[in-house]
């Protein structure tokens, strides 16, 4: 595997290294066009960071002092992320919107007849849908979250696929504009689910809209959005009928999986000395079945690790799946004020994680009571999903903010609701190549 790799990285940089060159070959047709998007090493993977930062684990300082240097830095919320200045993050995102641009473009030049017409769609509507997931990740990564925002502060918004063209930072009402109109435009195009879930689909445009609206606050789209999505599947594993003994406890491509992406660096799964927390392990009432499908069992001094990835392997997974979208529902429609279906989704989502015969349906709540024990299962549904560092942002401000602190061998690290350090700095590369404001620690 890691010979593979190293061909793959090797292979990658000398296209990366070729892209401006007027002889680069470009796909012209729509085989080429998919086999350009079905690079799942491109267009699937995500950036680690946010989970890097967030606070459902710990780590010792040894094992902190094996990281490479960047992620040393965000573990610890430090002024200087990237001091050789380049920033893989920034890059990967960014070149998934290149390749999105390549095809839009590519496609723009190709007339389908009626035999092409559904595929022609479906290229363009997945070639939306992946520029728009890089925006968005890029947002929530290097922009302050959305309620705290400086307004001119959000990303540079690249359209076109020539390289050489410079953009400025765009507005952060302009980029999340363009997040949400990239998706829109994208629904009419892709098929309601698709045939493999690394393939988007309006399913996978519904989950994405509705995550994005909820990181703006906007309840009644993501209540919107939610219903439509799970209209169009709400398929759930019985985590009773699985194999306990799994190394990794799941499959990948499993039924629950809307969209499959994943963190390709290994920061977090791959670390020896990476615990959760225990008020999180503890948290699981007896006979959830999470418990065990999730955390190794007592490990080191006590500790458990993380395994329950629904990539099946060492990578983290970070798409969309069922169970998110009825969380996002749920939380939701109690803030909207409908509880009965708040109840609804939390209990046909518990109903799957316990033993058979051991989970009693919630009732009897309402209001704040039950909007803390939605989110409190949001936290134990969704550990290293890749969400909980949006959840801090967008808790700033709230009753459910946090303080965060890290504690290696006696040197304490804080984090402060709303702190600047929510938005990662831009990469001292980029800023040296295209003039544009940099963001305050």
Not at 89 to 114: C, R
Not at 248 to 264: A, I, T
Request: one cysteine or more.
């Amino acid at each position: 595997m890691i010979i593979s790799i190293i061909h793959l990285l090797s292979s990658c940089q000398d296209f990366l290294d070729e892209k401006p060159s007027t002889d680069l070959v470009v796909p012209d047709n729509l085989e080429d066009i998919q086999a350009l998007l079905d690079n799942e090493y491109i267009m699937n993977r995500n950036s680690d960071m946010g989970e890097v930062a967030s606070d459902d684990y710990f780590i010792s300082k040894q094992e902190w002092e094996s990281w490479n240097e960047i992620t040393r830095n965000a573990h610890v919320w430090a002024d200087i992320i990237s001091p050789t200045g380049r920033f893989v993050s920034w890059n990967a995102l960014y070149e998934q919107v290149f390749y999105a641009n390549v095809a839009l473009e590519q496609l723009d030049d190709i007339v389908p007849d009626s035999n092409e017409q559904v595929d022609w769609d479906r290229l363009r509507g997945s070639a939306l849908f992946y520029r728009s997931s890089a925006f968005y990740n890029l947002l929530r990564i290097f922009t302050m979250p959305y309620h705290l925002v400086n307004p001119e502060l959000g990303i540079p918004l690249k359209l076109s696929a020539d390289v050489n063209k410079l953009v400025k930072r765009s507005s952060i009402e302009d980029s999340y504009a363009q997040v949400i109109g990239d998706l829109e435009a994208a629904l009419d195009l892709l098929p309601s689910r698709a045939t493999i879930a690394t393939r988007p689909s309006k399913q996978a445009v519904y989950g994405l809209l509705a995550r994005v609206y909820l990181s703006m606050g906007d309840y009644q789209k993501v209540l919107d959005y939610t219903s439509l999505a799970l209209e169009l599947g709400n398929e759930l594993m019985d985590y009773a009928n699985l194999e306990q003994g799994n190394t990794f406890g799941f499959k990948r491509l499993n039924e629950e999986m809307v969209y499959c992406s994943y963190f390709s660096s290994g920061s977090i799964g791959y670390s020896s000395d990476t615990f959760i927390l225990s008020e999180i392990y503890e948290s699981y009432a007896a006979g959830d079945l999470r418990k065990s499908l999730f955390f190794t069992q007592a490990y080191q001094d006590g500790h458990v690790k993380f395994r329950g990835t629904y990539m099946g392997n060492l990578y983290l997974f970070d798409g969309i799946a069922t169970d998110e979208l009825l969380l996002n529902r749920a939380e939701a429609a109690v803030r909207l004020g409908n509880e009965e279906q708040a109840l609804e989704d939390l209990n046909y989502l518990l109903e799957h994680r316990f033993e058979a015969g051991k989970f009693e349906p919630i009732a009897g709540i309402s209001g704040e009571v039950l909007l803390e024990r939605i989110l409190e299962e949001r936290r134990k549904e969704l550990v290293f999903r890749g969400l909980r560092w949006e959840d801090l942002r967008r808790f700033s401000g709230s009753q459910y903010e946090k303080t965060v602190t890290r504690d290696l061998d006696g040197e304490i690290y804080t984090l402060e609701p709303g702190s600047p350090k929510y938005a990662y700095p831009i990469p001292m590369d980029e800023l040296q190549l295209n003039d544009m404001k940099q963001n305050p620690r």
